[in-house]
């Protein structure tokens, strides 16, 4: 699941960045409104962050689902970033 290309217009390039393959550890969400934010942390010690409001709301419900079901089957995944956003910080997709 994806929603790169929702994210193209922002960053004016399809350009995809994968990161290392992960497990996810846990998932917290934090903010509100226009700040909502699902983040990952993973098995590399990083906290991946997805902003939900900024990508279609279906698509980041899909997305999030998606987080949530390789935590619970602890599959190794690679967070996907849009443009120039490292893939070890932000993440809109997973591959």
Do not use: H, I
């Amino acid at each position: 699941m994806s929603v790169v290309s929702s994210f193209a217009a922002v960053s004016g390039s399809l350009r995809s960045v994968p990161s290392a393959p992960v497990r996810v550890l846990s998932v917290v969400w934090v903010g509100s409104g226009s700040s909502l934010t699902c983040v990952a942390v993973c098995s590399d010690g990083r906290s991946r962050k997805f902003r939900v409001a900024r990508a279609p709301e279906a698509e980041a419900r899909a997305l999030c689902r998606e987080v949530l079901l390789a935590r619970n089957s602890g599959s190794l995944v690679r967070f996907v970033a849009a443009g120039s956003n490292s893939p070890d910080v932000w993440f809109c997709g997973l591959v």
